[in-house]
């Protein structure tokens, strides 16, 4: 492997990408149409996301909207969201499914909020191993005399500033997504 810093910081931005994605699906006091995101339905034969076959709004702070497309489908997407562990009761309405989203208890926001700490954790490791490849490649570089032991000094100082940034960063998004899941 080759040592390119913009490939390494690109690497490590798509990591916290990811993250926020990750974070995203996480249910909190306020609903999101991202909530349903994670949710597949049975559907012509197979797994399909919801995004494919309804669209969700968020009409009320506490309320998500599937609108389903296909009629006959409505009753399986019903279905997916109530099994899909998120601890929602969709209320079918023909075509709409209403889906209230209740109050989260003290113990469940606290189950919420460390398994966004452990995404956080995953996506700490998976910049550290990013780091760890663009450090591989300095030495290596350094060593097939393509790099001198200062530039590969200055390089490895630089990798090491991208890594704390992405770190950083990573820190902040989950503390924030910390305080909006405790938010009473």
């Known amino acids: ?49 919801l995004s494919q076959l309804a669209t969700v709004t968020v009409p009320e702070p506490r309320m998500l909207s599937v609108q389903v497309w296909d009629r006959s489908l409505a009753m399986a997407v019903e279905k997916a969201i109530r099994d899909s562990g998120l601890g929602l009761n969709p209320i079918g309405e023909g075509q709409v499914i209403r889906v209230p989203l209740p109050e989260l208890n003290e113990q469940r926001r606290k189950e919420l909020a460390k398994v966004a700490h452990n995404y956080a954790e995953a996506a700490r490791v998976a910049v550290r191993h990013i780091r760890r490849d663009g450090m591989d490649a300095l030495k290596k570089a350094e060593k097939d005399s393509v790099l001198s032991q200062d530039d590969a000094r200055v390089q490895s100082d630089l990798v090491q500033k991208a890594t704390d940034a992405s770190v950083s960063e990573i820190d902040q998004v989950v503390a924030a997504k910390e305080a909006e899941i405790l938010q009473v």
């Open 1 to 49: 492997m080759a040592y390119d810093l913009a490939d390494i910081k690109t690497r490590m931005q798509k990591s916290i990408t990811s993250l926020r994605e990750e974070l995203a699906g996480l249910r909190t006091g306020r609903a999101s149409a991202s909530l349903l995101e994670p949710v597949t339905v049975e559907a012509y034969g197979s797994r399909t996301p």
